[in-house]
């Protein structure tokens, strides 16, 4: 895994935390909770090249 990925994700959750704190004490409830779930879908897409390695890494360990 590359170390800048890891970066990226890191970067993206602080961003999205302190955005969150501040729509929820504005109450803006609904959009906080929006921005969490885009928040986790982007992580999602940015580790789907890794977890595909990973799925293929497990079918040729157990020879699926």
Known sequence: MDITLLFKICGVGM???????????SGRDEQALLLSLAGVVF???AL?????????????????
Do not use: K, N
Not at 48 to 61: A, K, N, W
């Open 15 to 25: 961003l999205i935390a302190v955005s969150y704190q501040i729509l929820q004490r």
């Open 43 to 45: 992580v999602l897409l």
């Open 48 to 64: 789907m090249d890794q977890i595909g390695s990973l799925f293929h890494e497990i079918r040729s360990v157990f020879g699926l």
